[in-house]
Nanobody, 118 residues
Framework: QVQLVESGGGLVQPGGSLRLSCVASGSGFTFKDYALYWYRQAPGKERELVAF????????TYADSVKGRFTISRDNAKNTVYLQMNSLKPEDTAVYFC?????????WGKGTLVTISS
């Protein structure tokens, strides 16, 4: 059974920073082969893609709303994907989820809450 566990969420003032982590584990799970995604879901809104990082190339893609402020990265040796979030805004408040995909395999974490408020 594959598990993804997010951490690093919390309450931060506008303009602050947070780094989210997502650690993957599971028998036979080859982390390096998976594309990794961060999504978020704000109260009353649909889940939206924030960023993703490809497996082989490590190329990254970001939602326009976070481009230039957020950075996704991965450490295959630690089975971990990160989301560095800078210049945070109140509209970044949401539950953040990590997601790992390889062909038809699709795994989700349970999320970590990020609240941006003064």
């Amino acid at each position: 059974q594959v598990q993804l566990v997010e951490s690093g969420g919390g309450l931060v003032q506008p303009g602050g920073s947070l780094r989210l982590s997502c650690v993957a584990s599971g028998s036979g799970f080859t982390f390096k082969d998976y594309a990794l995604y961060w999504y978020r879901q704000a109260p009353g809104k649909e889940r939206e893609l924030v960023a993703f990082i490809r497996s082989a190339s490590g190329m990254t893609t970001y939602a326009d709303s976070v481009k230039g402020r957020f950075t996704i990265s991965r450490d295959n040796a630690k089975n971990t994907v990160y989301l560095q979030m800078n210049s945070l805004k109140p509209e970044d408040t949401a539950v953040y989820f990590c997601n790992a995909r390889l062909y038809v395999q699709n795994y989700w974490g349970k999320g970590t809450l990020v609240t941006i408020s003064s």
